[in-house]
Nanobody, 123 residues
Framework: QVQLVESGGGLVQAGGSLRLSCAAS????????MGWFRQAPGKEREFVGR????????YYADSVKGRFTISRDNAKNTVYLQMNNLKPDDTAVYYC????????????????WGQGTQVTVSS
């Protein structure tokens, strides 16, 4: 089992920045990759980005590419989502998730989820 706790959400004006954190505990040695997802009101949960736990490989959705960056602090077992140049369309609840599977590009393999953190971007 892995426990994930997100933090760092809030209200920001368009063009601003936020950094979300996702602290992992439990069987962290078994984690293959971490993903970030988001869900806006009335919409389905969508993929934002993902990162290999023990490698620098990352992948982002087109909608956030060039604006969002995922990184990891190895000592703290924490993954970050740095969000720059935020837009009102980025408003959503953001979730981090973990997978033990090498099929890290497949969403259904992410079976450990945090509680979510709200990000609101005002225009």
């Amino acid at each position: 089992q892995v426990q994930l706790v997100e933090s760092g959400g809030g209200l920001v004006q368009a063009g601003g920045s936020l950094r979300l954190s996702c602290a992992a505990s439990g069987r962290t040695l078994a984690i293959y990759a971490m993903g970030w997802f988001r869900q806006a009101p009335g919409k389905e949960r969508e993929f934002v980005g993902r990162k290999r736990w023990n490698a620098n490989s990352t992948y982002y959705a087109d909608s956030v590419k060039g604006r969002f960056t995922i990184s990891r602090d190895n000592a703290k077992n924490t993954v970050y989502l740095q969000m720059n140049n935020l837009k009102p369309d980025d408003t959503a609840v953001y979730y981090c998730a973990a997978t033990f599977s090498p099929n890290w590009s497949t969403r259904w393999t992410y079976n450990y989820w945090g509680q979510g953190t709200q990000v609101t971007v005002s225009s």
